[in-house]
């Protein structure tokens, strides 16, 4: 079976991507700075690509194009992508990249070589799926993901020892601190959004599901690092710590939630 259009479009999505991390790096070690302008340019060339798959299947499916997990790691990697390309410094758009461009890629290639062919076929929202909290909810969340990775990414470049790569711990905190004023925010709305829905479609807000428990995990782990970065005894390692913390948690949510909630619950209820 030939491969489809939306895929083609994919796969040179993740060559930008990984594209963009491997000059973004490759400007950090030669310390040429004009390489991070062309990294920013190849994650939002990769991001921009995404979102035309995702309009692509909306079309198909004449709704919104977010009703499985394949669509929202798709979304997810370009809020990651675009909010390297747009919310972090000039300065640091180097450092950024690196940060971005290889976790938006790796969501992608994971997506398309792991998740089984006839799941990623694109498929019109179920009814529970079918109000308009349900969308906004799952943009809210993923651009809330998006700055979130990108300053878990960069937390766990700031722990890593002097020397190993040619980066000041002040740009990396910078870094992280766009990335979490961006997303945090984003993500506390996602969560509103999403029991507005959960009342709307189930009748009840909150449900301590597998899926529940895990973003509350990851709200809390970024609430503390959104209110501890200039707090004496929390600044550089110790909030750097947190951020990777936070990062785990949200990969495990993103990525593994599903897979847990299928053992308990039904799979109807869980899309991301």
Known sequence: ??????DWLAILAVLFLFGGGGLSLAGLLTGRPGLGHWARWCAGSGGYLLLLVLTWRGLQVQGWPLTDLYEVLLLTAATTALACALV????????AGACAGPAAGLMVALALLFLPSGSRLPHPPTAALGSLWFPLHVLATTLGYGGLILAGSA?????????????????AEEVAWRGLSWGYPWLTLGMVLGM??????????????????????????????FHTRRLKGWRGWPHALILTAGLAALLLTLLAAEALARLAVPVAEYVF
């Open 1 to 6: 079976m030939s491969m489809a259009f939306e």
């Open 196 to 225: 507005v829905w959960g009342w709307w479609a189930w009748g009840r807000p909150w449900s301590w599901s597998t899926k529940e428990v895990l973003t509350l995990l990851t709200w809390g782990l970024f609430t503390l690092a």
């Open 88 to 95: 972090a410094p000039r300065r640091q758009e180097a450092l």
């Open 155 to 171: 937390g766990l470049l700031r722990l890593l020892p002097a020397g190993r790569l040619p980066i000041s711990p002040h740009d």
